[in-house]
Structures are given as structure tokens and as C-alpha cells.
């Protein structure tokens, strides 16, 4: 019985590891400035927890495949050393590899979420709602139109609350449902919710972010690669959270700049 | 090591008659504990068939389940689940796992039954809140239930029931009306039973123990039901106001947790000044140590039933005592793990990732202390000492995950994926439900008298070990390739080549889980037809083997047990075989004695 627990678990064990070695299923491309950081920071605890696992599951199998071994005959045998050795182990080898993830760690995270947004950031305004995402650019004039909650309205497409007749700023305020940006320029957007808690997930920015209601929440990314890629709700925010989704096109500064001009000149 | 002095309180009751007495609003914690398992049961039972609808439902969207349609015209018109209704099933599973079983079997079922007989006391300190206790979780259950069957709805928000979602009542959408209101009130209740018997744990533990069994005589069962009591009564001491302020916002008006300005559904709320982070703060400073309260009682009757079947004592059981006493401790320090992303102040993102990260070694010691004691064992290979190594392996797994969702700058991207769903299930649910089925299988015989049947056991260890494995583990390459958690279907461009993942996972899941009907059989056939049992069938030394199977009412037959050694002296020369008992006089002599 201990033989077969052994072998199957080493099965398992090869499997796992072999189809996190193989990528077979893995991330997709990085197309963030801060990616490559956040990729080599799971990279080094992948393989840190990777060989923790393998041994210990192996070692594990391995005890139980000889603890059953000519039983009868022998007498019980003691880990040499008794646990004190283990132990000093355990705090020396985790706690060494604490130290070295949390001090790496941590400046990767500090330069995503810590650090301030390059002053020249192109701006958006993000508004999330049961079940969709909108953005907001300032239009010609630079300046966002200040928000009002109580002039939202999603049947005359004030999803921002915005007030036109009063605000001279909001009047060219350009509002889409994709999210446009030139590549290679620092984005930084200006989250908020109208209703739930939403969440702001592009896996190949590697960023996520929640929108909380109440709140006004910046976050900054540039991104290095054109493409059309998916952006995600990942906060449980109702029976249409699944389909809460919208499109992240990164574009050339030349078809950026086009791309704003025609949405102004409606 | 000091002998205590405590001498244990008589039994105040005589043993009723009546059925009612006996069996139903008994004060006996044998019967409470046995009541307990039985709600953990019909609680297990329901969860499983939800999971099942779910993983049907993600692998075959379009197939008509048979008889749902009939069970809920809204929420499965034709047999097809609809996504609101998806999201219900997912919240009634997780609510009903977390709170219903893995709460109550590990701690409270096999706590009541066993906690008294091995500290030698004869009832709990307090029967009639015990009895209380389970009663009002019985009806925290039976409320739960209830919001199945109300007009808009089961609750759809999650077990974690975020505000606002949570709190702005029906305008947020179906499920959003009564059902959560009932979800609320079921989780209020709830923690009153809890509070009612972690109170009765701790003084149990702490004032009945008999005459020798000093605290550091205590097996190491006892001491993980005792730390998890003082957890519980810390942490639903904050759940409990954290539900009735929820109850407030969705029925009296207050905005505890609603922020000023929200508009749901071209509404705008008459609700200001709340903070949903609060909820947060709130529901996470109870939810992480419920982790700990789940998998806590795992540790401690891993640890005791593994060194019987071993035949040697437990490696290092002071580290071990230690190592869960200080997982208890930080489990109140890394609430905010749960909340890197939620919007708080990111600097304190890296002061709850810290803590976090310590967890690790105390967890390592404590697997490197099973496995060095399985290291050179005589080992017996029942189904319970079976499902103590696959304990070992499945707990492995799911904590070496925790490395990764541990750090800020990795959870950004593996935040609310798939990847969290194989760790938490991995560490705390498989881990736990393993925990669970060691116990049953060892404490049966005496629970009941009748041995369980183990063939049928082993076969379902093997099954349950594989299937959970090729459950859980694609999981987290379905995480790692960025497949978003709590969807009702995958439609985005990027999830659908993961589909065929999800196939092979639903396929795994529904074998798996009819392998757990053997273990629904073995229980009932053995209940009624199993081998007797004598008192001590497995040789093991802790107080409860120190009396008949099942105990008389007052546990030990008016004898007042004295205790004379700890409860790991395995594998020394003693009268009856490789063992001493706790109670036995003799002396063991001292080249025998068991090392640590």
C-alpha cells in the first residue's frame, strides 16, 4: 500500500510540475513597461515553491514507500537529530526566501501602485457600471467637465454625470467604450463606479485595480505593444458580471492623434 | 511537566429516557457532536450537488440538466442555468462549505464529541449552551436553505457578499432582495452558535481536564479544537455586529457600508457616507481566521491519529503545539491579503504581505514534522492513516501556492483567478475534507461502536486523492493563463481556448464526487452492520480508548480517570504491546522512552 502511494503520488507530482514546465498553459504576451518585472518575480517563486514541491512531495513518497518496508522485522527509527534541525531548517530556508521575494517584491509593487503617474500622462477617465466600462478623454480643450452622480444617466448616455449647459469644460469631453491609447506613452486613469464594485483586469498589462464606489482611484501603466486586447471585470458585480468586458486598442501616436480628431469633430 | 490538580465536576444530569431528551434536544455532547456531523452531512450533500451544477454548467452551457427545471422554473428555465442563477449556486456552495461543514464537522462535531472524553471531563462545562449551540445553527442552516425558495431568488453576491452589492437590497438586481437579507441573517445566526461553543470549548479545555492531564499532557486534537476556539470567539465576534450592520443598511435605512452618490439601475440611492471597504475590513478580519479555524482541527487530529498508525511518536510535538499556536496568532495580522487590489492604501498592501509571508514557516515546520515522523515508521495503512499522508501532499500544495498570492506585485495579476480558487481549495477545503475522513475513519468505532468497512475506504482514498489532484491542479494553470474566477460562462476571446480544461475539470469532478457516495454508503452499512468494535482497536493511547465504544452517557462509567503520561508514548516497550496508555501506571523506563 505504502508502494503504491508512492508511485502514485510521484506520478502526480512529475505531471504537475511538467506541465508548468512545458507552458502549456501559461501567460500571455507582456505588453506592459512593468511586466517584465511582475513576469520574473512570479518566474523566481515558481521556481522557488516549484523545487519546494517536487522535493517534498518526493520525500514524502519516499518516507511512506520505506515506512512499510520489512515492518515487522525492525524496530522504529527516529528522524536523526529529532526536530530540532528541521526546524532551524524550515525558519532558515522560508525566511531566507521571505526576505529575498518581499525586498524584490515589494519594489515591483511599489512601482506599479506606489509611485506617482508621469506628469505628462495622457488622461482618461474610466466609468464602470453594471455592465460595462466607459472612458472619457478632455477633447480639444484639455479640461474634464466636473462630475455630477445625480445628472447619471444611462438612457441619454450621461454615464459620467456631466453637465454641458453649465460646464464649458464638459462640453467637449469625448466619452467611447473602448479604451484607445498610443503605445509607449504613460497612461493614467482616473477610475470610478457609479453602482458596484468593478474591476479593471487586462492580463496582458498584468495590472488589475478595483473601481469602488465612493471612491477615486488612479492607475497608471504604458503600454509597449499595439494590439486590440480585453479588458475584465473581476469583481463579483452582479448577474452580468461575466459579460462585463471591454476592448483596450493600443494604436501608433499617429493613429491616436487621428483617432481623437475625428471623435471631437461630431 | 506538572500534574494538574483539577478535579473534575459530577455530572450534574442522570441519563434521560425519553426520545426527545435523548436524541434530539439532548445536553449530551456525544449526541451534540454526533448532530453536528449529521448537519455537516446534509450540508456536505448539498454542496457537493451544487458544485456539480456548476462545473456541469461551465463544461456543457447548452445541455439541460434533468429535474433543475422542475426545482427552479427562474433559475433553470429548460434545465439551462441562467447566469444569475449560476452566481447563486456558487454563493450557496461557498456559504454552505465554509460555514456549514468545514466549520462544523472538524471543529464542531468531532470537538464536542471527542474534546471532553480526551481531557477526562464528563459533559462540557456547559451542556445547555452546547445544546443551544447546535440548535441555533441548525436553524442558521434551515435559514440559509430558505432563500432558495423566495421569489426573487437565492443571494448571488458571493460567500464574501461584498457591499455594495450586498447591502443595497432588490435594485441591485435578482437575488439581491430577500434571499440576501436571509443569507445575512443565516451567518448572524450562525455566529451566535459558534460564539456559544467556542465559550464552552475554552473552558471545557481549560477548567474540567482530570487529575494528571496537565496542559502539556493534552494530545495535540484537543489543543487544535482549544486554539481554534479562541480564534472563533475572536473572529464571529466580528462577523456578528459586521451582519447585523449589513441587516441595517438593507432593511432600516443606515449606510454603513453604502457610499453617498450611488446610482444602480438609473436609481439614485438615498444612502450616504458608508464605506464598502469597510465591509471588507470587517468580513476579511473574520475570514482569514476562519481558514485557520477550518484547517486548524485538521492539523490537530492529523496529529494525533497519524502517530497511532505510525507506531512512533510525533516528531517534535512542542514545535508542532507551537507552530499552530502562532498560525493562530498571525491569522489575526493578514486579513488585508485579501484586499492588495481593493482600493486601500497601497503602502499597506506590503505590511499585510509581510505577516502573510511568515505564515509560511510555521506551516513548513509543521509538514516537515509529519513527514520526518512518518520517516522510519512501522506504519499501518488503514484508510485513516491513508487520508493523514494524503493530507500531508494535498496541504503541500495548496501552501506552496500561497507564496505567490502572498506578494502584492504576483497578485495583481493572479488576483480573483482560477489560481486562487486551487489554493484556497487545495489548503483549506481538500486539506480540511482529508482531516475530516482521517477522523471519521479513526473515531468511528468509537463514535458508534461498529468498525468501518475498509476496503471500501481504501478504495475511497484512492479515488478521492487522484480525482482531488486532477480537480484542483489544472486550476491553476487555468489561472495562470489569466481565466477570471466567478464567471457563468467564457466568453471573451481569450478564455475560450481554456474550455477543454474545464471539461476534463468537470469530468474529474462529478467521478469524484460519486466516489464519495462509498463513502455515504460505508457510513450508513457500517453503522448498522459493521464489525463491532472493541474499545481500543487501534492501539492508541489518548483517554477516549480508555473506555467502552461507544462511552457510557457519563463518558467513563463513574470512574475517575487519573492520567500518568502524554499522550505520545508509541513505540516504547509497555504492558500491552509498542504502546503505554494515558492512563496506565506503569512506568516506562527511561532507555524506551519515546524520543521527540
Redesign the interface.
Known sequence: ??RL?AV??TI?TII?AA??IMH?????VDISTVGP??DS??DE??W??GI??IV??L??GY??F???EN??K??????PG???P??L???A???A??LV??FV??R???A???SPADPGSLQVDLAA??FAFYFRYAGPDGQFGTIH??K????NGNYF?LDPENDVAARDDIIVGTLTIPVNRPVLLTMHS????H?F?V?EL??????????T?PLHFTATQTGKY?I?C??????????M?AFLEVVSQDQFDQWLKSQSGD | MHDSSTQPVHHQMVEPTGFIRKHVFSLDHKVIGKQYYGLAFVAVLTGMLLSWLMRIHLAWPTVPIPLLDKLSPNGAPGGIITPEYYLSIMTMHATIMVFFVLTTAPFAAFGNFLLPIQVGAEDMAFPRFNMMSFWVTFVAFLVLVASFFVGDGPPLAGWTSYAPLSAVGAVAGPGQGTGQTLWAISIAIFCVGQLLGSLNFITTTLDLRTKGMSLARMPLSTWGWFITSVIGLLAFAVLLPACILLILDRTAGTSFFIPSGLVVNDQTLPHSGGSPLLWQHLFWFFGHPEVYIAILPGFGIISTILPAFARKTILGPRALLGSMISIGFLSYMVWGHHMFLSGMNPFSAILFSVPTLFITIPATISVLLWTGTIYGAKMRFTSASLFCIGFVSVFITGGLSGFFLAQPSIDTYLHATYFVVAHFHFVMAVAAMFGIFAGTYFWFPKMYGRMMNEALGKWHFWLTFVGVYCIFMPMHYLGLAGNVRRYASFTDNYLVPLIPVHKFISVAALITGAAQLLFFFNLFWSRFRGEKATDNPWEATTLEWSTTSPPPFDNFGGRHLVVYHGPEEYGVQGTAGDYVMQTSPEQIPPANAGKS
Open positions: 500500500m505504502g502511494f502514485v503520488l502526480i504537475s506541465l508548468v502549456v498553459w501559461w501567460m500571455p518585472r511582475i518575480q512570479l517563486t515558481m522557488a515553491t519546494l514541491f517534498s512531495q520525500l514524502l518516507f511512506v520505506t515506512s512499510g515492518k515487522e525492525r524496530a522504529v527509527k527516529y528522524f529529532g526536530a530540532t528541521l526546524v531548517f524550515a525558519i530556508l522560508v525566511g526566501e521571505i521575494l518581499s517584491g515589494s515591483v509593487w511599489a506599479v501602485y506606489m457600471e453594471q452622480p445625480d447619471v444617466q444611462d438612457g454625470g457609479k453602482d458596484m464594485i474591476s483586469y492580463p498584468r495590472i488589475q485595480q478595483d473601481i469602488v464606489p465612493g471612491l482611484i480585453e475584465v473581476t469583481q463579483l458585480c452582479g448577474l452580468g458580471h461575466y459579460s468586458r
